[in-house]
Structures are given as structure tokens and as C-alpha cells.
């Protein structure tokens, strides 16, 4: 049996879906020479591409939720739960919100991001107007916002705010809600609006996949469901939203008060606290610039892997939008650094 003190240490920080997967395939590569632990926010696993399913309650939210300890002491993945508080990347330990520290020869982030709804009035379940389905807790919540919306229907809003990355969720979210209303045999009392800060429909932060415009807007319109683009929101107030239509020279041209009773609207998103504003580690919008080998480019101990990797848009936009980092990425991503650090462990 090897002496786990005298292991390296490799610590990963978040538990999501990229966490989760770097965990077991950085077990599986270092072959027992690394002592492997992950620290979490939440004893459970969250399977969160089911949160649209779960907020118009085609899913319990139990059923898109693992317990994370026993799965991972049947892989001999050490597992702590108080949350990471700050990383000091220079002394090469997190400290946790319990007050203690971990240390670490080796730290893989995978802390997904911080939901920007304060960036705009009204946006958000926390003293907002809009509902999300970014955590499986808001799906809950969205959920019986929407149960509630079916008494007395009215107008929908689906979309996102600028800055968003993340576009897969919004046209789910807009043609389940549009299935859901007509099982429910009261679509026809719900008139349907897309607000988008993409320059098109289907653009999806990529530039459109293959040929998502013209699929996506055939869909929509077949389906009844209207849309704006390059829709840079500026507040929400009670059943109105508010956003200006950009031009492709920058400047406003329309601006659009849509009403609603019902909206969901994606936010922004920007780096957790924890490693927000670490010099030399992360952009100014707190996600980590990483290497070709998904490591930190000032901290070489450092790997970062899905939704808080720093990755640059694909083209200017009238409004700006992000990156999506799918899934397929992020399994690729834990691939590449359970290699490294696989060779890293070897010498
Ligand atoms: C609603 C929704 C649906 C999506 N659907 C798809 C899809 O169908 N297909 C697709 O390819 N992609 C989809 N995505 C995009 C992407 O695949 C997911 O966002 C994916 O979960 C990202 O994985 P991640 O590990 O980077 O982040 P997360 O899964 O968000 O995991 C980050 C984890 O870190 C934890 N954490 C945060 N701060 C701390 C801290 N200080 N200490 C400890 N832990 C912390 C969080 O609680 C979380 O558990 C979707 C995204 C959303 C929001």
C-alpha cells in the first residue's frame, strides 16, 4: 500500500459536471500514486442540463440529484463540503468557508460560474422579476412560478441578457414551455417572445452550428414564438421588460418594452468569488486563462476545466456574447488534464 503522506496532493474545487468527471478520470490515471480529494459547495451532484425538464415539472428535482459521498468513497476520492472561500494560488491552498485550509501540489478548478443577474434591474428570483432554471433550486422555484402562471396565463419572455454564453437552455426552454402549454391546451392565451443579445436566431455563441438559423427560425415560427436579436436588456419592472434593439454600428436603434407574465431570462455569467480578481490567474471577468494543456499560465500547479475556463468570443457582436462550454468540451477537457497530470505524477 503507498504512503498517502507522502502522495502528491491533487485537489479539485467544484463538483459539478466537470468535477465530478476530472475526479474520476484523474483517479483512474495517477493509478494510486496521488492522493485525490474534491471540495464542494453541496453534498449533492446536480445534473443540471435537466433543470429545463424540472421547472415545467417534467422532473423531480430528486431525480436530477445524486448524494456525492458515496459515490465517491467507492472510489477513494476524499470529499469535503464546507465551500471554497478563497484560493491563495501563492501558498498553494483553499481556504475553506469553515476557516480551515487545504493544501494542494496540484489544484484543478472546476467551479462553474457566478450568476450575473445583478448586472441588470430586475433580473433574477432574488428581488427580481424573471425566473431561471441556471440551478437546479431555481428550477424548483420556476416550477411553481409556472404552475401558478397556468391559472391565469398571459404573455412569455424566454431569453438571455447580455453577456450570455450559454444559449442551448433558452430555445430548450422556449419550445418545452410551448409543448408543455399546449398539452395544457392553453397556448393559444400565450403569445411567446425570444429576447436574444444574438446578432440571429441560432447563433448560439458559435456563429450558428451548421445551420441552426434557419433550423431554429423555421422551428420558431412554426411554433408561433416571436423573437428579437441583438436585445441588449437594460431592466425588468413587474411584468415589463425592457431592452434596446443595437445596431451593427453600436448604436440604439429600436427599443423594446415587452410585456410579460411569466419570463426566464439566462444571465451573464462571470468567475466565483473564491478566484475572482487573482492576479496573473484570471481575466477581468474572473475566469481562468489557462494554456493549451489547461493549465493556469501563471501558476503552472494549476489546471481549470468548463464553465470557469477563459475562453475569447468567436467575432464581435453588436451586443456582446460569450462562448458556450458544452459538455463535450468540458469531457475533453478533464481527459487532457487527467493525462498531464498523469505525467506530471510520473515525473
Ligand atoms: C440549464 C443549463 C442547461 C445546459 N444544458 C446543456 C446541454 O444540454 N448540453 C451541453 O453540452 N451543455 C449544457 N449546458 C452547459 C454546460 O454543459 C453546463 O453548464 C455544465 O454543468 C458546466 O459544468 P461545470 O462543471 O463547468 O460547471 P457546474 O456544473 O456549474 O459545476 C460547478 C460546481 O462548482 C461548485 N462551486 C461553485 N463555487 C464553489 C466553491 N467556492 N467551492 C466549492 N464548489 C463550488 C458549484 O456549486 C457546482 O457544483 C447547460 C447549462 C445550463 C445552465
Redesign the pocket.
Known sequence: MSNQSALPRIVI???????TIAAFEIMEAVQGKAHVSV????ERFSF??S??WVAIGWRTSDAVQVKLSPVFEKQKIAFTTP??KRLHSAENRVKLNDGQSVAYDYLVI???SDLAFDEITGLGLDGGYTVS??KTAHAEDTAKAFESFCKDPGPIIVGAAPGAS?F??VYEFVMILDTELRRREIRDRVPITLVTPEPYVGRLGLDGVGDTKSVLESELRERHIKWTTNAKTTSVEPNMLHADEIGPDGAVCKTHDVPFKYAMMLPAFRG?P?IFGIEGLTSPRGFVLVDEYQRSKTFPNIFAL???VAIPPTGPTPVPVGV?????M?ESMATAIAHNLESLVNG
Not at 13 to 19: F, P, S, T, V
Not at 39 to 42: C, E, G, L, M, N
Not at 324 to 328: N, V
Open positions: 474545487l467544484g463538483a459539478g459536471l466537470g468535477g471540495i464542494s459547495d453541496s443540471l442540463l433543470n429545463p465551500s471554497g472546476a467551479t462553474g432554471v441556471c450559454c442551448g437552455p466565483i473564491a468548463g464553465v470557469c458556450p462550454k458544452t459538455c463535450f468540458i
